[in-house]
């Protein structure tokens, strides 16, 4: 594939203007406001402009973590001009997944915890805590573990266990949060709730300061390059601040360089936001049992889970907890009790070890196979999907 010399993000937008795009020039308004994009969807309007007008056009990948560049690092590439301009893609139609009644369901139990509740102002996490979907606190992490080593005993050596149960409590918890924004949303557009989003700056004297969107993405986007420059994922930045169990000595030396920056450019300890819900008609919430919130929780996670492991990227041998995720999540879901396809774990039972052996032989600097012995203290540089 054939690029020009990549744009940051200013010279794209003035790049899109001079070639007659309209809308560019509201993306450049954005732009100025701070001086950057403080989020993802103003650089993906951009690249749906650029896209118009020219091939294959995608952002400059950092080598060292496979990702996009960010901040002021970002470059768009563009390949080959179009002979005709094409309209613009917007996708909001097709990307836009219709509630299933699963969904409706886990819906109406958090409309009659909010109304319990009586609404209130909370950061979302809170929210989730309040509502009580599901949690993983009483489940044994060694028990867990164990089963997955046994699961893959005829498969490679190097599997780590550890990461596999990491990644289901980590499962867990992000689709508590996606479930509860979502119902939220669908809540809002019904009129049963009004929701409202306040962003909240601490300061150093330990004061509660409201302050604009702008300002907030401003900040978050500021931590975001910083992270990124010390060549960590900003996600799980995030996932290892909130979730004490996954932190590891990168993430906590980040944290502090994060917490200077805060303080020394902008006066605060740290920044969130919060939804404030306001229960609009109490009269219309259905009394859901946990029982059967519980089925159509757990059935949206298997359905959920089924399309993921379709997916290409999530059929890519170099990566072997994703080769497995089906056959991890299934597993562990059956260890805590829920019902799920025996013929599956079954099938995916009998090709580890072919399996396995292909992972090995797509990364033939590895000397190891299936069955081998690593010592505790080797350095293995194998690409251990974290998630």
Same mark, same amino acid.
């Given at each position: 594939?054939?690029?020009?010399?990549?744009?940051?993000?200013?010279?794209?937008?003035?790049?899109?203007?001079?070639?007659?795009? #309209? &809308?560019? $020039?509201? =993306?450049? +308004?954005?732009?100025? @406001?701070?001086?950057?994009?403080?989020?993802?969807?103003?650089?993906?309007?951009?690249?749906?402009?650029?896209?118009?007008?020219?091939?294959?056009?995608?952002?400059?990948?950092?080598?060292?973590?496979?990702?996009?560049?960010?901040?002021?690092?970002?470059?768009?590439?563009?390949?080959?001009?179009?002979?005709?301009?094409?309209?613009?893609?917007?996708?909001?139609?097709?990307?836009?997944?219709?509630?299933?009644?699963?969904?409706?369901?886990?819906?109406?139990?958090?409309?009659?915890?909010?109304?319990?509740?009586?609404?209130?102002?909370?950061?979302?996490?809170?929210?989730?805590?309040?509502?009580?979907?599901?949690?993983?606190?009483?489940?044994?992490? #060694? &028990?867990? $573990?164990? =089963?997955? +080593?046994?699961?893959? @005993?005829?498969?490679?050596?190097?599997?780590?266990?550890?990461?596999?149960?990491?990644?289901?409590?980590?499962?867990?918890?992000?689709?508590?949060?996606?479930?509860?924004?979502?119902?939220?949303?669908?809540?809002?557009?019904?009129?049963?709730?009004?929701?409202?989003?306040?962003?909240?700056?601490?300061?150093?004297?330990?004061?509660?300061?409201?302050?604009?969107?702008?300002?907030?993405?401003?900040?978050?986007?500021?931590?975001?390059?910083?992270?990124?420059?010390?060549?960590?994922?900003?996600?799980?930045?995030?996932?290892?601040?909130?979730?004490?169990?996954?932190?590891?000595?990168?993430?906590?030396?980040?944290?502090?360089?994060?917490?200077?920056?805060?303080?020394?450019?902008?006066?605060?300890?740290?920044?969130?936001?919060?939804?404030?819900?306001?229960?609009?008609?109490?009269?219309?919430?259905?009394?859901?049992?946990?029982?059967?919130?519980?089925?159509?929780?757990?059935?949206?996670?298997?359905?959920?889970?089924?399309?993921?492991?379709?997916?290409?990227?999530?059929?890519?041998?170099?990566?072997?907890?994703?080769?497995?995720?089906?056959?991890?999540?299934?597993?562990?879901?059956?260890?805590?009790?829920?019902?799920?396809?025996?013929?599956?774990?079954?099938?995916?039972?009998?090709?580890?070890?072919?399996?396995?052996?292909?992972?090995?032989?797509?990364?033939?600097?590895?000397?190891?196979?299936?069955?081998?012995?690593?010592?505790?203290?080797?350095?293995?540089?194998?690409?251990?999907?974290?998630?």
């Amino acid at each position: 594939m054939e690029f020009v010399d990549g744009m940051n993000d200013l010279e794209a937008v003035e790049y899109c203007i001079d070639m007659g795009i #309209e &809308e560019a $020039k509201g =993306l450049l +308004e954005t732009y100025k @406001s701070a001086d950057r994009f403080t989020n993802m969807k103003s650089v993906q309007a951009l690249q749906k402009l650029l896209v118009t007008i020219h091939h294959d056009v995608e952002l400059a990948t950092n080598p060292k973590t496979n990702k996009p560049f960010s901040g002021k690092k970002r470059r768009h590439l563009v390949g080959d001009l179009r002979i005709e301009r094409v309209k613009k893609e917007d996708g909001r139609e097709s990307n836009s997944r219709k509630p299933t009644a699963d969904d409706f369901i886990l819906d109406e139990f958090i409309f009659s915890k909010l109304v319990k509740l009586n609404g209130g102002n909370r950061p979302l996490r809170n929210w989730v805590k309040e509502i009580e979907l599901y949690n993983l606190y009483n489940v044994d992490k #060694e &028990e867990m $573990k164990s =089963l997955i +080593e046994n699961v893959h @005993s005829e498969g490679i050596a190097f599997f780590n266990a550890v990461n596999v149960v990491n990644k289901f409590f980590d499962t867990i918890d992000k689709r508590n949060t996606s479930i509860v924004q979502s119902a939220i949303n669908r809540l809002s557009k019904d009129n049963k709730i009004q929701s409202t989003i306040h962003y909240v700056f601490k300061g150093l004297d330990n004061d509660f300061i409201n302050v604009s969107e702008e300002l907030y993405e401003q900040v978050k986007s500021e931590v975001k390059e910083l992270v990124e420059e010390m060549e960590l994922n900003y996600n799980s930045y995030i996932s290892q601040k909130i979730n004490s169990q996954y932190k590891n000595v990168e993430y906590f030396e980040c944290q502090k360089v994060v917490n200077k920056y805060l303080a020394d450019n902008h006066k605060i300890q740290y920044f969130y936001k919060t939804i404030g819900i306001k229960i609009l008609d109490k009269s219309l919430a259905r009394e859901v049992s946990r029982s059967e919130m519980l089925e159509a929780y757990f059935n949206r996670l298997i359905s959920l889970t089924l399309q993921k492991q379709k997916r290409k990227d999530y059929q890519d041998t170099r990566f072997v907890e994703k080769e497995f995720y089906r056959l991890n999540t299934f597993v562990l879901l059956d260890l805590i009790g829920i019902e799920v396809s025996q013929d599956i774990i079954n099938e995916d039972k009998l090709t580890i070890k072919e399996r396995s052996e292909q992972v090995y032989s797509n990364n033939s600097s590895y000397h190891v196979t299936a069955g081998d012995k690593i010592p505790n203290n080797a350095v293995l540089k194998f690409p251990i999907y974290q998630g």
